[in-house]
């Protein structure tokens, strides 16, 4: 099972990014991705992640400003992030869980892409 991330950027305050996450060898629709975030020096914490009955949680700081979806055909978990803040800054990961269920620690996910840089200009 692998998990490839993209879509990553630098943008300005208030502005939108997209990014995809393409699981192989599992599949989406049946199990939990997520999304998590880390800044240099901090734990990485819980972005958004969807069950695999497609339901979808969020963290407080991006509810209203973030949308998680999936797309069965291409096997692709994506994050669309409006309104994005500098706060925001930071690497995102995609991650892959045999749950049926989504879980908040990075503990439940046993495969993670490598990471993506999203910084956001004041």
């Known amino acids: 099972v692998t998990v490839v991330e993209s879509g990553g950027g630098l943008v300005q305050a208030g502005n939108s990014l997209r990014l995809s996450c393409r699981v192989s060898?599992?599949?989406?629709?049946?199990?939990?991705t997520a999304w998590f975030r880390q800044v240099v020096g901090k734990e990485r914490e819980f972005v958004s992640g969807?069950?695999?009955?497609?339901?979808?949680s969020y963290t407080d700081s991006v509810k209203g400003r973030f949308t998680i979806s999936r797309d069965k055909a291409e096997n692709s978990v994506y994050l669309q992030m409006n309104s994005l803040k500098p706060e925001d800054t930071a690497v995102y990961f995609c991650?892959?869980?045999?749950?049926?269920?989504?879980?908040?620690?990075?503990?439940?996910?046993?495969?993670w892409g490598q990471g993506i840089q999203v910084t956001v200009s004041s």
């Open positions: 969807l069950s695999w009955g497609g339901t979808p």
């Open positions: 060898g599992r599949s989406v629709d049946s199990y939990v």
């Open positions: 991650a892959s869980s045999l749950r049926a269920t989504v879980v908040f620690s990075t503990d439940g996910y046993d495969v």
